[in-house]
């Protein structure tokens, strides 16, 4: 009776080595078509391997569809575009139950027409020109991986990634995400008008008879495959803390919260805010490189994560203070907690020849000083993808 070939371990070094070999040539695929616009793909792309979702707010013709549109090009998944419009109903998102007559026998037979929502890579474009009852339907999906229609219940194929587009609020026509909405949300992401440089690049390429080959590089597997791995990069206790610090810091009704939370913020963010804090910092460290969270990390996260999170007041508005002002501010006055000796998971990669890789969890004693950053991996040699796995 022939044995199951035995697993191969992959050191750290050559799985976070290969996700950044991953991002390297996933982010030259989107720069084909994508013209600056740095900030925001890389917080996309942390989103993406964090498994949650993003909302991005800018005026038009700053490329937040075409981004999104680009990198399912650059991904070998099933790809789906939601226009949202006033007259949008749930059943367009979800699907809906149609019946079909067999003409020879005159039978009628129900059957569910899947709707948009299921594919992998979402573009919920204009999220704001449709009422609150239509936002809902993507809610269970996003949070649960399921969709439930005319009392069934259907579960979604994984991965799944939902880039919302939003006009800046201040724009007619729209109806404003209620914050249970917005919580769903890992990131909100603003994005500003190109450079001079920039803008000139894109006029020039943009009226042209060219068109970017932009080639599929990573498949389903590789994307699970990284998303495991992002959940296995520890984060000390002391950063945990720093994390939760900031969020409840946020919070207007807190004892301990700062003077000017009190003076300018309604409500703060909930337990959702200190979660995708260190969901984040974990992937941008991976995706940056390093075998660990650092502060830099959460504190790099605090604006994307929170400033859909927080509510500023009249006063705020009046003085002319906005969220991103709000968060700045508390991340200066909320001090980084003393790192102390702590067991510190470590990653042992386990992977399954032939298979999507599994990831194990070993607990060791941390030997990084606190505040070290590691070397970059090397860009060269192999490709990102774990054994037995290859591009698209």
């Known amino acids: 009776m022939p044995t199951a070939p035995s697993p191969i371990t992959m050191t750290p070094e050559e799985a976070v080595r290969r996700v950044c070999r991953a991002r390297e040539v996933l982010t030259n695929e989107i720069h084909k078509v994508i013209i600056g616009q740095d900030e925001m793909i890389e917080q996309l792309l942390i989103a993406l391997f964090a498994?949650?979702?993003?909302?991005?707010?800018?005026a038009p013709g700053v490329a937040k569809t075409r981004?999104?549109?680009?990198?399912?090009?650059?991904?070998?998944?099933?790809?789906?575009?939601?226009?949202?419009?006033?007259d949008l109903v749930p059943s367009d998102i979800t699907g809906m139950e149609i019946v079909d007559e067999d003409t020879s026998t005159g039978r009628r037979i129900a059957r569910f027409e899947r709707g948009p929502i299921?594919?992998?890579l979402i573009l919920a474009d204009d999220i704001s020109r449709t009422s609150p009852?239509?936002?809902?339907?993507?809610?269970?999906?996003?949070?649960?991986?399921?969709?439930?229609?005319?009392?069934?219940?259907?579960?979604l194929d994984r991965p799944l990634f939902v880039m919302a587009t939003q006009p800046p609020v201040e724009q007619e026509g729209t109806f404003s995400l209620p914050k249970a909405h917005l919580d769903?949300?890992?990131?909100?992401?603003?994005?500003?008008?190109?450079?001079?440089?920039?803008?000139?690049?894109?006029v020039n390429a943009t009226t042209q008879d060219a068109t970017a080959d932009v080639r599929a590089v990573l498949r389903i597997r590789d994307i699970l495959w990284i998303q495991k791995l992002v959940r296995q990069i520890p984060a000390a206790p002391h950063l945990v803390e720093y994390a939760v610090n900031l969020v409840r810091?946020?919070?207007?009704?807190?004892?301990?919260?700062?003077?000017f939370v009190k003076q300018w913020l309604t409500a703060g963010a909930g337990p959702r805010g200190a979660q995708y804090l260190i969901l984040g910092a974990k992937a941008r460290a991976l995706l940056k490189g390093r075998f660990a969270v650092h502060a830099a990390d959460v504190r790099a996260l605090a604006k994307p994560v929170l400033r859909?999170?927080?509510i500023t007041n009249f006063k705020a508005a009046a003085e002319g203070v906005g969220a991103d002002q709000v968060i700045e501010q508390l991340v200066k006055s909320v001090p980084e907690p003393a790192n102390g000796a702590h067991d510190t998971p470590a990653l042992v990669v386990v992977t399954d020849p032939g298979n999507a890789p599994q990831i194990a969890r070993e607990t060791l004693r941390s030997t990084t000083?606190?505040?070290?950053?590691?070397?970059?991996?090397?860009s060269g040699g192999q490709g990102p993808w774990p054994p037995g796995v290859e591009p698209a």
């Open 51 to 58: 498994r949650g979702h993003c909302l991005t707010i800018g």
């Open 67 to 86: 981004t999104i549109s680009t990198l399912a090009q650059a991904l070998h998944v099933k790809y789906s575009r939601i226009q949202f419009t006033p």
């Open 118 to 120: 299921f594919a992998n």
């Open 133 to 155: 009852k239509t936002q809902s339907a993507l809610l269970q999906a996003m949070q649960e991986y399921q969709v439930t229609a005319s009392g069934t219940t259907y579960d």
């Open 184 to 202: 769903r949300f890992m990131l909100s992401i603003n994005i500003g008008y190109p450079t001079r440089q920039e803008e000139c690049a894109i």
């Open 249 to 259: 810091a946020t919070r207007p009704n807190e004892p301990d919260a700062p003077q």
């Open 308 to 310: 859909h999170r927080i």
């Open 369 to 378: 000083p606190a505040g070290e950053t590691a070397a970059p991996p090397p």
